[in-house]
Each structure stands twice: as C-alpha cells, then as structure tokens.
C-alpha cells in the first residue's frame, strides 16, 4: 500500500468524524443555552419572590438605605463572584478568597503602605491579592496539586499572614481620600456598584469574546483534549487563579474603604458565598460550563436572602444554615437540569 493510499485510508475515517461531531456539537450548545436561559428565568423569579417576602416581613426593605446597602454588599462578593466564575469553569477551586482579602487589607494599611498615599495602598492591594492568586496558580499548574488542597492550605497560610502582620488587631486608614470610595455617589448610586458592574462587564468579554475565555472553557470541559489541541493548559489554570486574586484585590480595596480599616477577619467565609452565588448562577462545579450573568443574579439572589434575614433579626447560624440548604438545592436542581439536557 502506498503512503498517499494509507493516508487517504486515515483520513476518510477523521473526516467522517470530523463531520458527525460538528452537528452534535451544535446541539450541545444549544442544549446548554436553552438550559442557561431557564436557570436565569429560574433566578429571576426566586429574586420576584423574595422580594415580595422581604416586603411583606419588614417595613424598611424599600427604603433607600436599605437598597443601598444590600447593593454595595452585593458588590463585594460580586466582585469575588468575577473570579470564581473563571477558576470554576476551569475546573478548579479556590478556597482561599477570603484570606486573601484579609492579607491584601492588612498590608496595604500598614503604617509603611499608608505613607505611599491612596495610590501605594492601593498599589500594595492588586500586588499582593494578585501574587497569592499566582501562587496558587503555580503549585496547581505547575506542581500538579490539586486545586481543593491548595487554597484550603493558602486559607491558612494567607490569613495567619495577616494576622502576623497586624497583630490581630484592626488598622485604621488614614489615608484622604480612600475611604471615598465606598462614600462616593454618582446619580444616587454607589461608586462600589459602579466598580462591581465594570469588573463585570471586563470579565464577561474576556469569557465570552476572546480565545483565552474558549480556552477556559476548553480547559473545563476535558483538559486532555485542551491539551492535544494545541492549549497551554498550565498557563490557562495559572492565568485564571491569578484572576481571582486580582479580584479578590478589588473586594479588599471595597471592603476596606467601606470600614476604614485592614483587618485580618476581613473577608471571613466569603470564599462560601462567592462559590454558592456562582453555583446558584449555573457554573458547573466540575467546570467546562458556566455564566457571568448567573453568577451576578446568584450573587444579588444571596444577598438578598441575607438581607432579609438580617431586617428580620435572624441568627447568624440560621443564616449559615440557609446558606448550606441552597448550595444543596443548586446543585441538586443543577444536576437535574445536565440530566434533562443530555437526553
């Protein structure tokens, strides 16, 4: 058999394949858009709901404080939200946000940081938060560590950190101007909203309109087969953990402007409520599938149902206790939805 006949023997056989796959992969798509579509819709009228509870069990839900309030905490872990979207779509974790977040607030109030003015601090925020992301990144990609156990040890290491460094005690900013950004309005509303709906709008086109957000998902969905295409896979995990550690940058420059202080239980369980908004959203927690505009409404969803508990004078662990139910529900109701979407 000649070279050029065993090639066309190979080949017939790829094309074949080739063109059978395109097909299932349009209807793959369209499966998981339709099933993206009802999980928002879904989201939608659980906000509806809860609004009409929040109205009907306190008399100050509407009130503009109120609303204020619940928008610049849902800013916050919004932001955090920004990031786990990328790192779980990837298929990975990271449990160390909200360590992050402390040690990011802690070293850029120390009396040192604070004499470089508004810019050294905020400076000292995006190069710390984004070096534990990239830390991270590395022993994951690079070391072949799973994610779980690398953030679960970044938890510890980076919040005794900034213990360490503070003492265990808060610090007071006293730096002009930076506690404006948390007090500053523009047409009524919040600049940390502002701030949150830009670092949205940057991630949603980096996901959705760019090779690097294909190759996220590429990453999630089978890393081998990433891998054989050609994608650097170790630098798409690196890239996205870095991610989250700029924003996690972002939600402790927020988080400190809105108390005027670094403290290291800033950010205290928020990896929780960071990972439950992006599941409630509809991100796979295996990775390859995920949104940005279901991670926000999962994100304003958990905020208000804190809210509400918080007019109502509920406990702290019914709040916690809520917060585990609606994992489970998500992913329970997630996992249904993959079922219905693959017959």
């Known amino acids: 058999m000649t070279e050029q006949s ?17 097909p299932r992969t349009r209807i793959a798509r369209a499966r998981f858009s339709g099933v ?3 999980q928002i819709l879904g989201l939608l ?12 069990t306190t008399d100050n839900f509407f009130e503009v404080s109120n609303l204020m309030l ?15 979207t990328f790192v779980i779509i990837s298929g990975g974790i990271d449990l160390s946000v909200g360590a992050i977040i402390a040690l990011a607030s802690v070293w850029a109030t120390t009396g040192a940081t604070q004499d470089f003015g508004l810019w050294g601090m905020l400076f000292t925020a995006v190069v710390v938060a984004a070096a534990c992301g990239l830390i991270n990144g590395v022993l994951i990609a690079y070391g072949g560590l799973v994610s779980l156990i690398v953030t679960i040890a970044g938890l510890a290491s980076y919040r005794g950190m900034a213990t360490l460094i503070s ?17 500053t309005e523009l047409l009524g509303i919040p600049l940390l909203v502002y701030m949150f709906a830009a670092t949205v709008l940057v991630g949603w086109l980096l ?5 690097f ?3 996220v998902f590429a990453v999630g969905g089978n890393a081998e087969a990433a891998r054989l295409a050609g994608i650097d896979v170790r630098r798409i995990r690196t890239t996205v953990f870095v991610l989250s550690g700029l924003c996690c940058a972002i939600a402790a420059i927020m988080l400190t402007a809105r108390t005027a202080t670094g403290a290291s239980t800033h950010g205290n369980l928020y990896e929780l409520d960071a990972i439950a908004a992006v599941i409630l959203g509809g991100t796979l927690l295996s990775g390859g599938r995920g949104t940005l505009i279901g991670s926000v409404l999962g994100v304003v969803v958990f905020t208000t149902v804190n809210n509400i508990f918080v007019l109502n004078n509920l406990s702290t662990p019914i709040q ?3 917060k585990g139910v609606i994992i489970v529900i998500a992913v329970l109701l997630q996992r249904r939805a993959n079922r219905a979407s693959a017959t």
């Open 45 to 56: 009228a659980v906000l509806a709901i809860l609004v009409v509870v929040g109205s009907t």
């Open 6 to 22: 065993r090639t066309d023997t190979v080949s017939a056989p790829e094309s074949r394949l080739t063109a059978d796959a395109a």
């Open 167 to 183: 003492g265990g005690q808060p610090q007071v900013v006293q730096v002009d101007g930076f506690g404006a950004i948390a007090t």
């Open 36 to 38: 993206n579509q009802r």
């Open 207 to 211: 996901l959705n309109r760019t090779t």
């Open 320 to 322: 916690q206790i809520a």
């Open 213 to 215: 957000g294909r190759h």
């Open 70 to 84: 619940l928008l610049s905490q849902a800013s916050i872990i919004g932001v955090l939200s920004v990031g786990m």
